[in-house]
Every structure is written in C-alpha cells, then in structure tokens.
C-alpha cells in the first residue's frame, strides 16, 4: 500500500467535502452530546431535511468541549462560514432549516459563534469568545472537525505524517526529538517521557510492549474518553511511534469499560488501520511489525495504576507490586514495557507531526505543552478545554469557565481525582504546572478540575474521596486498607455530631501514615484530599466537630428544613412532592414540616415556588406548633 | 439448577469459549463476553472456564470477585446505575441515588422482587460536565434532577 497516493486520496475527498455545493452539517454525537439529545437531534436532521427539500451532508463528529451549550449542530452554506448552533432542540432544527438553510437568515440569536474564514454580520468568531480565547488547542485540534469513523478526515489533515516521519528517523532521533520537546507524562506523575521512552529502549530483552492507559478512573475526568471519541487515531498514530522508538512488536489499549463509545471507536479505528497496513508486518515498507489489542477494563479504578493494570492485561487480580523492578525493565509477562497515558501518546504524535517547537514553545519553565482539563462542578461553562501551562486558576475559572453558577461564591478547585487536593481562593492566581500544584499540596493529577462553591462542604467532598478510595482499595497493603476505613469512619463521625477535636490530629497522623505505609499510588496519595481541606479549610471541621453546625448546610445531622410562615401561600406543592409524607397543612393553611419525620432530602426546598423553605445550620426558626391559616401571618 | 437449564447454559459457555485461545490472558475477556450474553455469571460455570484455562476455580472466582463489573446473580430487566463521580456529588448525585432507592425500594446492588430493576452505583461514565448522570439500560440521562427520577422510572416500568 502507497501511503503517499492514500493520503492524495484523502485530501482530495476532505477538500471536495469543504468545497462544499451542498449544505454540510455537523452534529456534535460524543457520550455527553448523546446525554443532552444529539441522537434525537440527528434523527430530526435525517427526517426534516427531505421534508423541505434540501440535500445536505450529515456528518456527526466528536465534542469540541463546550458541554454546556450540547448539543451543538454546526452549518456550513456553501460559500458561507461555518456556525456553530448551541442548546439545539427539535423545534430549533427545524427553524433553522427553514430559516437559514432556505431562507438564508443565519439567526444570529441562534448562534454561538462561526468557525474559520469569513464573517457574518451579528455573529462573533467562535475562538473569539472568553471560553476558547486562551485555549491551545493542540491535543484536540481535530477534535469537532472530523468524522473519528473516517481514518481518511485524520490522513487529510496531516495524520500518520508523523509516524512516516519517525520510521525514516533512527530510533535514538525519535526519542531525542521527544526529549526536547519537554514532554512529561500526562496520566499525573509527570515523569519525562523522552527519558521514560529511552529507559525501555535501552533495556535489554527482543520482546517488548508499549501500553495506552485509557482507564481514566479518576471521578469528575473525561478528558481521555472525548478524545478517543472524537480522534482515536491521534492517540494511536502516538502509540506507533512510541513502539517503533522503543521497539516494541506488542501493544494494549486498556479502555474501561463505561466507556462504551470510545471502545467502539478504537475498533473501528484499529480495523481501519489494519486494512491501510498500518498495523501487522512491514508497516509503510518498513522494517517495523506491530501488533495492537483492546483490552476492556472491568471496574476497578486501581487498575489505572501502571503494575495494577498490567496484572489485569495478564487476566489476574488487579493488584499492584513493588517498584523495582520498574515496567521498564520488566513489565508485562517480565518483559520491557512502557505504558503512557492516552494524553501523552497524543502529544507525542503532535511532537512528530509538526517537531519538537510545536510543544515546547508553551508552557513554563519546567512543563512544557498544553493540558486538556475537564472543567466540571459549579461553573456556568463546563466542558473540556485545553490550556497551555502556565495559564492561573483564574483564568481557568472565570474566563473560560465564566465563573460561578449563580454568581455564587468561589470556595475551592478540587484537582487530580482522588490523589489530588482542594484549593482555594488563595492560590487563584498560580500558573499551573507540575510544580506549582504540587507545592500547594495538590498534583496536576489527569486533569480533572472540579469548582466547589459556597454551598460545597469540604468536610463532604475529603468524605466523598476517602469513601471512594476506600472502597477502590486492592487490599494488598494493610496500611491502606484498614487505615483508609480508619480515616473514613472519623470523617463519618465528624459529618455525624460524633466526633471530638482532638479526631483531626488523629486524622492527620492517620494520614501521613498511609502515605508512608502504602505500596501503590493510591494508598500513597488517598490521603491528600483529606491533608488539604485540613489545610486550608480547618475552620469547617471545627465548626463541624466544636458547633455542630456544617457551614454550606451539606451534613444531614447538621442541617434542618423549616418553612417560613410568612412567606408559605399554603398551595400543597411541596406537601405533595415530599417523598415521606413529613409535611402537614391544608390548601391555604401554613404548612409545616414534622422534623420527626424529615429525611432532609431537599425536595420540598427545591419545589417551592415562594422560596418559602429555607435550610439552616444550628439555627431554629420560629415556626406554629400546628397549621394555622395563611392569613394569620403578620401585617396582614 | 434444572438438568435442561445447565445444559444449555454449559452450550452458551462453550460457544463463547470457542472464540477464546487457551491462555490465562483470556480470563478477563471471556467472563465480559459470558456476562454479556448472560447478564451475569453462573456458579456453574466457572470450573468449566478453570478447565479451559488449566486454572483453579479458586483462581477464577478470586478474578471475577475482584472485579466490581461482575455480576453473580441475574440482574433485574432494567439495570439503573446512578453515577457518583466527584461532579455529580458536587452537584446533586448522593440525592439522585436516595430517591431512585425510594422509588424501587431497594438498595444500590440489589434487584426487585418482580425483577424489573437493578440498582448500581457506578464512580464515573465521564459524563461530568452535564452531572449529576443516570443510566438505565444503555440509555443516558444527564442533567438529572429528583423529579425527573419518577418520571423516566415510569418510562421503563410500563415497557
């Protein structure tokens, strides 16, 4: 197969598709476009296109990270700029099939923004706007633009070049070039690659493996999942000159398995490759064999953990192993393996494709390149973006996020997953990097990036990450084991009226203690949540453990549910919505909620239209021991 | 287990075994691919697999233990899995997961007793930035919110 003709071949088509005389339309179909609607969307498309006699291009491609404002449907008229249409329903498909695809109204109240060259009048340039402005968008340059079925939209636009690059290269230039670039690790650890890359390389042994690590167990992170959604290839064509540097005939892709979506679309990739020669024997006439499988994970988030995941790939129990030796020297079955993150093969793909600057000309001192985040939790404009380091918190969450939801007010950042910390207000304005996070006692971490606000109790969210780990935990080590169950019971006690001060030193020691007992990285870092909201939040365990009182109103044993008197129209509303009969009060009389009986699930407070339910902490509110009529409030 | 009912479970499990090389590698993919035919993985048929591989039971039963994807007993028509990743917490999730418990009055890794549902709660389907996310079956609802929980509960209670 003649690489060269394949990819004339390719960009013909992706230009004809562009030059286009038809309408073309593309539809947003990731996991969480497909969760807002996109599917139904699509089917509307298909349905209502012929109605109105018009015949147009459908093509459905990944997410371009404004998750926000899913699902999105982008148009592109012939001769016209292409627009990106968001919070699309059925009803507005319609619209702007009549609108502008016959009309010619490109409804710019409709409009987010347009794409490429040219202008519309009334519509902004879509990158102009603060949530793409400071983006980078290297990683996910491809990502909303092409079909990720279609290995020939990835040739077009410069895919495997890279790859046709390295095997005309030695395999100490692949690695040199990887080295300059700066790249380090983007699964958390943040280790060099070049250097990670040149350890297996040079181990001795003539069988060797290079793993993908797409188990992306962090909670709140999709970073991995949208990327080999929208543009597998991009990661793979990264794996291939990885294995070709490091000479390794082998390769894995291990993918959990609630990424259905993703899964689906590394087959079909890897199929697509093995029809073009790009996998098997002699790849593009050269000397380089490789081989690459799929592999599922089965749920378990310490199989994110390099060894862990290994001995799963082996077909045994998820359990990590002591480092020496290193996977590098001996890895799957014994033998040399490297195993990098899905974000790391991408980025050294890029590093290949358009050389060594393209990378290190962004970033700090000490990392170099972009971060794909998934900016999630309180913020108006959640989604997957990519920055480059150095950029602030604050950028991050008021100019690409938009701030907070209900202009609320900020409280932390929770970053890396459970291996990571809480940080707040005070270290808004530090670049991000590895070294700066981890100096602030959080990490990088895979790029989750969850905003808490007022309403968020830190004493919660440390909860919520211990039970998480606690309960991911192997078991191996007893020091995680049994030592996580320890910290979760008197973070319990402190959530619960059970706890007594001197319980956060005891925390704290616990803490420092399984981190220095634990073999893995989750045992090692499981602690960190907890280290941190004691940091910079201690004042909320206090007022948990000496007031009894949980200042965002979040503890169940803390907070109570009272309604108003003088704000209660007496309309049933939230008597009927309250899933264990605990409120009382005919239509007209001041219904009062029975604090006997009360689960504090939150309904009655959310379905009040007169905002006459309030929650407090260690308050009391004045309320009638009975109902009495709505018109024997005050003033009236 | 009635005789005509293991006999037609050991024929699944050898059909799904044909497609599999005898190597320890091979543990983790065929018990996805037997739960995926059956929904889940028979007592019965582990020695059958520990045969095939040339493992003990124990070893089997020690890896499909380990792994929180599989299922030991039947689970119900419908399975609902409410997501409890860090976004969806922060945004609602633990009170998603109560009143879905309410509605079907079990607990998270239970079925009801007319087996119409099951009940799991998964760490994270990377659905974050629409949290809090809810499954059932392979049907994807995000954005959810406590009254929305009855009213697509209703949507598959009638099917």
Request: proline fraction near 5%; charge should be neutral.
């Amino acid at each position: 197969m003649n690489f060269e003709d394949v990819q004339k071949q390719a960009i013909i088509e992706w230009d004809k598709l562009w030059q286009n005389e038809k309408p073309l339309i593309l539809v947003g179909s990731a996991t969480c476009s497909r969760a807002a609607g996109a599917l139904n969307i699509l089917d509307v498309l298909r349905k209502e296109l012929p109605k109105y006699g018009v015949n147009a291009t459908i093509i459905e491609v990944g997410c371009i990270g404004l998750c926000y404002t899913e699902p999105l449907v982008d148009i592109i008229k012939p001769g016209r700029p292409r627009i990106c249409y968001g919070k699309v329903t059925p009803e507005l498909v319609k619209q702007l099939i009549q609108d502008y695809l016959i009309d010619d109204n490109p409804r710019p109240d409709l409009a987010l923004g347009t794409l490429g060259d040219g202008r519309i009048e009334g519509i902004p340039k879509l990158f102009d706007l603060s949530v793409l402005r400071t983006q980078v968008r290297l990683v996910l340059r491809n990502c909303g633009y092409i079909d990720p079925e279609n290995i020939n939209h990835y040739i077009a636009n410069g895919g495997y070049s890279g790859l046709v690059k390295a095997l005309k290269m030695t395999q100490e230039d692949v690695i040199e070039e990887i080295k300059k670039s700066g790249l380090r690790g983007r699964g958390g650890a943040g280790f060099p690659t070049g250097l990670k890359w040149e350890l297996c390389h040079k181990a001795p042994g003539s069988q060797k493996y290079v793993i993908c690590n797409a188990d992306e167990g962090d909670p709140g992170a999709f970073m991995n999942r949208s990327l080999l959604e929208a543009d597998p290839h991009s990661v793979l064509e990264g794996i291939l000159i990885g294995a070709y540097a490091i000479g390794a005939s082998r390769g894995y892709i291990y993918c959990r398995t609630e990424y259905p979506l993703a899964l689906e679309r590394l087959r079909i990739a890897i199929g697509h490759m093995e029809k073009y020669g790009l996998l098997g024997d002699n790849i593009l006439d050269s000397n380089f064999d490789f081989r690459l499988k799929l592999k599922e994970g089965a749920g378990a988030f310490v199989c994110g953990e390099e060894t862990a995941l290994m001995a799963s790939i082996e077909g045994r129990r998820g359990m990590p192993r002591s480092r020496p030796p290193f996977p590098a020297i001996s890895g799957l079955w014994g033998k040399p393996t490297n195993i990098n993150n899905v974000e790391t093969w991408a980025n050294a793909a890029i590093v290949l494709q358009k050389g060594w600057e393209s990378l290190a000309k962004y970033g700090t001192e000490t990392t170099k390149g972009t971060k794909t985040f998934s900016l999630v939790g309180k913020v108006k404009r959640t989604g997957l973006i990519e920055v480059p380091f150095g950029i602030t918190l604050r950028e991050i969450v008021y100019d690409i996020g938009g701030g907070i939801l209900g202009d609320k007010k900020f409280k932390a950042v929770q970053t890396g997953g459970p291996s990571g910390g809480c940080l707040p207000s005070s270290f808004l304005d530090t670049p991000i990097d590895y070294e700066s996070l981890k100096a602030a006692g959080s990490i990088v971490g895979s790029g989750g990036m969850i905003v808490t606000d007022e309403d968020t109790c830190m004493v919660d969210i440390a909860h919520y990450f211990l039970s998480f780990t606690q309960k991911e935990s192997c078991g191996k080590c007893v020091l995680c084991r049994e030592g996580t169950r320890q910290m979760l019971y008197i973070l319990e006690d402190i959530t619960k009226d059970k706890s007594k001060p001197e319980d956060i030193d005891l925390l704290s020691e616990l803490a420092e203690t399984v981190t220095v007992g634990s073999l893995c990285g989750l045992g090692q870092t499981a602690p960190n949540p907890v280290l941190t909201t004691i940091r910079y939040f201690r004042d909320e365990y206090m007022a948990h453990i000496i007031e009894k009182r949980c200042p965002a109103k979040v503890c169940k044993d803390f907070i109570s549910f009272y309604i108003l008197p003088d704000k209660c129209e007496g309309c049933l509303i939230c008597r009927r919505a309250c899933p264990v009969e605990a409120i009382k009060g005919d239509k007209r009389m001041i219904h009062i909620i029975d604090q006997s009986k009360c689960i504090k699930c939150g309904t009655c407070y959310v379905a009040c239209p007169f905002s006459a339910v309030v929650k407090v902490s260690a308050e009391s509110v004045k309320v009638p021991e009975e109902p009495i009529p709505v018109r024997t409030r005050k003033g009236d | 287990m009635a005789k005509t009912e293991e006999q037609g479970l050991h024929k699944e499990l050898r059909e799904v075994l044909s497609s599999f090389r005898r190597e320890r590698e091979e543990l983790i993919p065929i018990l996805q691919k037997l739960q995926e035919k059956l929904g889940y993985l028979p007592e019965e048929t582990i020695s059958e697999i520990a045969d095939f591989l040339g493992i003990s039971e124990s070893e089997v039963f020690g890896v499909a233990s380990f792994y929180t994807m599989f299922r030991f007993v039947p689970p119900g028509e419908h399975i609902v899995k409410v997501c409890l990743g860090t976004a969806c917490h922060v945004r609602g999730g633990e009170e998603i997961l109560e009143t879905v418990k309410r509605e079907l009055d079990i607990n998270s890794g239970e079925t009801t007793k007319d087996s119409k549902f099951s009940l799991e709660r998964v760490a994270c389907f990377g659905c974050c930035a629409l949290a809090p996310v809810m499954l059932v079956g392979k049907d994807l609802y995000a954005g959810m919110t406590t009254e929305k929980v009855k009213k697509i509960l209703n949507l598959y209670k009638n099917r």
